[in-house]
């Protein structure tokens, strides 16, 4: 590759409220703010440290940018997967001793289409992209960045005159949740569903899923000052399956979590949905669980807020274990694509009952 054209790859981040930048020019994107790492990661958290490992990785942040190169090269150092993360990934490969790596990396998404699948850098520390056109063509690309670890970034080369930020999109989707919703087994970044949700939308993407979250008070912190989403989902619930819960302190924290996220931002449409379909093959739901509440105090909790649309996660992903890639609650690129297009379906019918229709 001739290269003709550098510029700094923290100038074409989208989906980051801050970033880390060193003296020599690495970036280290972060999706949250340090006020809510300092709670996500503190003392009133379930699991603290898992959740400082999940709140670094980079799952939903992107190179948004448009160029005439027929080919980008981009400095960037992965992070080695977390514990979390590499639990989840030997939970694939039990379910599906085929599933051959990456499990994760980079991707590429150029003028709408997904180019290749995920990919790593090599020993170099770099990747090479092919843009799929002759050079000198004017085209918009996204290189999603990793779902299952953090990374961080320096240069992206081109071989062509140009290589500038896209423009900014109008309305931006927030994803509060949980492992479901960071990309756990999407096995490309592209491919999680809130990447397709928001691709789909025409909306940019700021991601918090945390693998391991449940709903936690104080965890929305100060992102009213990073991010005015214009759509809110909120898919937690799930984590009350493998540990002992008492129903009354799950519906406390719940009722304080909604009323947080619709103080933090009045009037924009919070999508609320219960859990989704899981088996209990692999990780049957603790005897102690509260489990069993958790679709009702979802519904209770979100009734007083008439910002809140109810979504019922019965209703989003059919009861098919070929839809679970570990074989347990996490979709796969199958499952990932349904959910998104059944919360299509589901936005698209309560914006026309919002307005009447």
Excluded at 209 to 217: A, E, L
Aim: net charge negative; with cysteine.
């Amino acid at each position: 590759m001739d290269v003709t054209v550098r510029t700094d790859a923290s100038a074409l981040l989208r989906g980051a409220l801050r970033v880390d930048a060193s003296a020599d020019g690495w970036a280290r994107p972060s999706r949250f703010t340090a006020a809510q790492l300092a709670e996500v990661g503190g003392i009133a958290a379930w699991h603290p440290r898992l959740y400082r490992q999940m709140a670094a990785c980079t799952s939903g942040i992107c190179l948004d940018f448009v160029t005439d190169s027929a080919h980008v090269a981009l400095e960037v150092e992965v992070d080695p997967l977390p514990s979390g993360s590499a639990a989840m990934v030997a939970d694939l490969v039990r379910n599906d001793p085929s599933a051959r790596p990456p499990f994760d990396g980079l991707s590429l998404v150029c003028e709408g289409k997904r180019l290749g699948g995920a990919r790593v850098p090599g020993g170099d520390g770099g990747l090479i992209f092919a843009l799929g056109f002759a050079p000198g063509k004017k085209r918009r690309a996204r290189i999603w960045l990793p779902c299952l670890t953090g990374c961080r970034l320096r240069g992206v080369y081109g071989d062509g005159s140009f290589i500038e930020p896209a423009p900014a999109p109008e309305g931006t989707l927030l994803v509060l949740g949980d492992s479901i919703a960071q990309g756990f087994t999407a096995c490309d970044p592209a491919l999680s569903w809130p990447a397709l949700l928001a691709s789909d939308l025409g909306l940019g993407l700021v991601n918090q899923g945390i693998g391991g979250q449940v709903f936690q008070p104080g965890s929305v912190a100060d992102a009213p000052r990073a991010v005015s989403p214009s759509l809110v989902v909120v898919e937690l619930g799930a984590n009350y399956r493998f540990e002992p819960c008492r129903a009354e302190a799950v519906e406390r924290d719940a009722r304080a979590y909604f009323s947080e996220v619709c103080r933090a931002w009045p009037g924009v449409p919070v999508l609320a949905l219960t859990p989704l379909f899981h088996t209990e093959a692999l990780y049957p739901t603790h005897p102690q669980s509260c489990f069993a509440d958790v679709a009702r105090i979802v519904r209770e909790a979100a009734a007083p807020h008439g910002q809140v649309w109810l979504v019922e996660g019965d209703g989003i992903l059919p009861a098919d274990p070929a839809l679970l890639a570990d074989g347990s609650d996490h979709p796969g690129p199958e499952g990932q694509r349904v959910l998104c297009e059944k919360l299509k379906e589901r936005i698209s019918f309560l914006a026309r009952k919002a307005a009447g229709e």
